[in-house]
């Protein structure tokens, strides 16, 4: 049976002389193989629908746990200011290399949301590095090493917490501290904003360069720590932008 599934585009892979194989990350089913014949073709009006990052309705016949037949795309959103500036195009392929690693650890529909709901923003000229630092930290939860923004990692009490450290894996009171990293106190504060925002809310965004940047320091620490994950497409971003 013929299925309207919505679904983005993460990997695409050429199978023999005109088609193509896709994984596609679909709201309703997770991740899919999907195969697009006659994709690579000039005259196939699959042609251009079926790049990486393409973001919109796919009408397939699903097979579970087998590849899944794609007979139409209808596009929601093309992401053009994304994919007209390389700076934003190497944080889609990162945002999307990573969101393929925490679906190896959970099936959460949330994912999506929170992986479509960024992309968007940062199509809408949101500051991607933001909107990338709130994505690595809400992802953390379904990766399995999520923190806990609400109390001091090393005693829980809730009150007077004066920094937050990669080490620690987490908020550290004035009566816990020892000799760990400082951040600002503005710091401690927006990060756990980040977590709890639901991001399709935000309309704008004001963080000063350096809690962006404690936070971003926080987050890559944290995540080469915890999470195991190594992503080419990190270290790429990281020498192109972030400085
Ligand atoms: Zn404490």
Do not use: W
Request: glycine share 4%; hydrophobic share 35%.
């Amino acid at each position: 049976m013929l299925e309207k599934v919505r679904g983005i585009i993460l990997s695409n892979t050429p199978y023999k002389e005109t088609s193509k194989i896709l994984q596609i990350y679909t709201k309703e089913h997770g991740l899919i193989g999907v195969m697009a014949k006659g994709a690579k073709s000039l005259k196939s009006p699959l042609r251009a629908l079926t790049d990486n990052f393409t973001y919109g309705y796919f009408y397939i016949y699903y097979k579970e746990g087998k590849l899944s037949l794609l007979t139409q795309v209808d596009l929601i959103n093309n992401f053009n200011n994304i994919k007209t500036d390389i700076e934003l195009i190497s944080y889609m392929s990162y945002l999307c290399d990573l969101t393929h690693q925490v679906l190896n650890e959970s099936a959460d529909a949330e994912i999506f949301d929170i992986l479509i709901n960024g992309l968007e923003k940062i199509n809408d000229k949101l500051d991607p590095l933001i909107i990338t630092n709130i994505i690595e930290l809400k992802y953390l939860d379904y990766l399995g090493v999520g923190l806990n923004l609400d109390k001091c990692n090393k005693c829980f009490k809730t009150t007077n917490i004066i920094t937050i450290d990669p080490d620690v894996g987490g908020y550290i009171c004035k009566d816990c501290y020892t000799n760990e990293t400082m951040v600002s106190l503005k710091t401690i504060k927006m990060i756990r904003m980040y977590y709890y925002i639901d991001i399709s809310t935000i309309t704008s965004i004001k963080v000063s360069d350096i809690v962006k940047r404690e936070i971003n320091d926080f987050l890559n620490r944290y995540y080469e720590r915890y999470t195991g994950l190594y992503l080419k497409s990190k270290d790429f971003l990281s020498k192109l932008v972030i400085k």
